[in-house]
């Protein structure tokens, strides 16, 4: 039957108790995150006491930011702990967006919601940590306990140290550990329960973008790809009008002054060469902006594959780069232009800012193209709003693609984008 | 004849400087922006003025702009617009004056450079000129309703060409007519448009802006 099919594959999402292998992990989820969260939320709550006792001094903020950043690395952790023991794998949410300039960093940091929203997980997870202790701990001190009554009994006869469990009889023993069976038989349960209702917690508030946070990304990002679109070919007319339109325009106005000159009875040779000549210069620039403009729009070289078209970027530019591209087979070619774009847009920032031979590599991990572009120059470079680099991240958000630039002072500089490959 | 030139594309402005130099013209400016062409023709009072459409800051319709602003300040001042494209909204705004001494042309017409001379020369003299093609898209524009309904396939010819700016015996030789017949479909075009005999000269250009629908 398919129902028990994919029962058999997918965790059980139910109030129903898994197999065992599965309420193990959640008793180790509630042990571990039974101490960790409580924990946790005595050092923020300190750190918070702290930031707002300092704040008058202004110091106060940057340790208030601090908290706020810590905050969202417990929520982190916790996120990544329920991924692998609750086996509820959430998506992380979307890093703080950080501009230059210390009050910039402060407002960043403190008004950082998903922070705050780890901040209460903290606080709303205090009652399941003490029940996860209280109930399921002592369902199973219980448990353990009254099974082993029956056979304790015959050295001690007497009462065990916890839960009062006394008995006169042998088989008053006997009901004793039929009730610590049921103890244990009923730990799954509240476990798992719990468990439920921790996953539900942290898919409400350690979880990054949900569906309708996906629905406001697809829009913009879609908005996003129209203007981008509408932009490249408002410059591709601008780059017409202005180059070859116009050379030829020249050229036609040189021609005609010359073929009027030729028509006269008296023709004046010298003018006519000069003129010819400065038509022809005419014609080959228009020929070498038509070139430029038509790679613009699509690399003839693309055609060939991501290798040949960026070694050509390479050596049109007149840098030094090796390129390796490794992919077990031809993204879409759509998919195949944004990354050409944006390892020739980062190939040309090096050629311009380091100057240094650059490495460029495309490969492929678990589904996702990976290009890494690595140069050894002085570094510094960094993804400011407005910039070459936040440029190419915006074009690369519509196809669910993401840009990390690692740029200490000094190099070397490593910008990677990671673009989800269709399955 | 003594010409201020604007245009922001450095290789056509220099390109139209040597050509009208060559051709025995004195440009007195040559220049690549609205605000530079409002105060060189201020300072100079050309002849006429060869303007581009299109120039900074804001590439789209500054030099049109100047022009009609120049027009409304100094009484006959004489422009060509010079555009690389046909924008009807503009030929409209330019022609609405109704004042001649105007003309638009698409760049390309340099090419027949004895054309593109004949055609400043008219505007100097006060004649409205227009690029076949701007007439063209003004009368698909336009569409042929009204008085212009009841012309016929030659007055329509004719008047084709009055509105490029086309002399009787231009039109004359353009058609393999005579002149007299010229005059004949003129006057009927004239009559069939309602303009009466009294506006002189000026019917000409009324006869063509009514036909462009402006």
Not at chain 1, 61 to 74: E, F, N
Not at chain 1, 346 to 358: E, I
Not at chain 2, 92 to 97: E, Y
Not at chain 2, 162 to 186: C, H, P, T, W
Request: charged share 20%; proline share 5%; with cysteine.
């Amino acid at each position: 039957m398919t129902s028990r099919a994919a029962d058999a594959r997918t965790p059980r999402r139910g109030w129903w108790p898994g197999p065992l292998r599965q309420t193990r992990a959640e008793a180790a989820w509630l042990v571990v995150a039974g101490v960790l969260s409580p924990a946790a939320l005595v050092v923020v709550l300190a750190g918070l006491a702290v930031g707002v006792a300092l704040s008058p001094l202004g110091l106060g903020l940057l340790v208030l930011a601090g908290v706020v950043r810590g905050m969202r690395l417990l929520g982190g952790l916790h996120r990544r702990l329920a991924g692998v023991l609750l086996d509820a794998p959430l998506r992380a949410p979307a890093p703080v967006v950080l501009r230059p300039g210390l009050w910039h960093w402060l407002v960043a940091r403190l008004g950082d919601r998903h922070a705050w929203r780890a901040g209460a997980y903290l606080v709303l997870r205090v009652p399941i940590s003490f029940a996860g202790f209280a109930v399921a701990g002592s369902l199973l001190v219980f448990g353990v306990a009254a099974v082993s009554y029956p056979v304790l009994w015959f050295f001690t006869r007497d009462v065990l140290p916890v839960y009062n469990i006394v008995s006169r009889t042998w088989p008053g023993t006997v009901l004793w550990a039929v009730g610590g069976v049921l103890a244990l038989a009923a730990v799954p349960w509240v476990v798992h329960a719990l468990a439920v209702l921790d996953r539900q917690l942290g898919r409400l508030l350690l979880s990054g973008p949900g569906l309708l946070q996906r629905l406001r990304f697809l829009e913009e990002t879609r908005a996003t790809a129209l203007e981008d679109a509408a932009q490249r070919l408002r410059r591709i007319e601008r780059d017409l009008h202005d180059g070859a339109q116009a050379q030829l325009v020249a050229m036609a106005m040189k021609l005609g002054l010359a073929k009027e000159e030729l028509a006269t009875d008296t023709v004046d040779l010298d003018q006519v060469r000069a003129l010819v000549e400065a038509a022809h210069g005419n014609a080959k620039q228009a020929l070498v902006e038509l070139r430029d403009l038509a790679r613009g729009i699509h690399p003839a070289a693309l055609d060939k594959g991501l290798d040949v078209a960026l070694s050509t970027v390479a050596t049109a530019a007149g840098m030094t780069a090796t390129v390796s591209v490794r992919l077990g087979r031809r993204p879409p070619p759509s998919l195949e232009a944004v990354v050409y774009f944006a390892a020739a847009e980062l190939m040309t920032n090096v050629a311009k800012h380091s100057g240094k031979p650059c490495t460029v590599r495309i490969d492929e991990h678990d589904g996702v193209l990976h290009l890494t572009v690595t140069d050894a120059g002085p570094g510094g470079a960094a993804v400011v709003p407005g910039g070459g680099l936040a440029g190419i991240a915006e074009r690369l958000r519509p196809v669910d693609g993401e840009l990390t630039v690692a740029s200490p002072p000094g190099g070397p500089t490593v910008v990677t984008a990671e673009v989800p490959l269709p399955r | 004849m003594r010409i201020v030139i604007a245009e922001d594309s450095t290789i056509l402005r220099q390109g139209l400087v040597e050509l009208l130099g060559l051709r025995g013209h004195d440009v007195v400016a040559a220049v690549k922006d609205a605000e530079e062409l409002r105060s060189a023709v201020r300072a100079h009072r050309p002849d006429v003025s060869v303007v581009d459409i299109r120039m900074p800051p804001s590439h789209t319709d500054e030099g049109l702009r100047a022009a009609i602003e120049l027009r409304e300040e100094l009484a006959g001042c004489a422009i060509l617009l010079f555009s690389q494209y046909v924008e009807t909204k503009y030929a409209k705004q330019l022609l609405a004056d109704q004042a001649g001494a105007v003309g638009y042309l698409l760049k390309d017409r340099v090419a027949e450079v004895s054309d593109f001379l004949d055609a400043l020369r008219r505007v100097a003299a006060g004649e409205t000129v227009l690029d076949p093609e701007v007439v063209r898209q003004l009368f698909a524009a336009t569409g042929r309703s009204g008085p212009l309904a009841e012309l016929t396939a030659r007055e329509r010819e004719v008047l084709d060409l009055m509105a490029q700016g086309r002399s009787n015996s231009a039109i004359a030789a353009d058609l393999f007519l005579s002149a007299g017949s010229v005059e004949k479909y003129v006057t009927s075009i004239f009559a069939k448009l309602g303009l009466p005999p009294s506006e002189g000269h000026n019917r000409r250009v009324l006869a063509v802006l009514r036909y462009l629908g402006v």
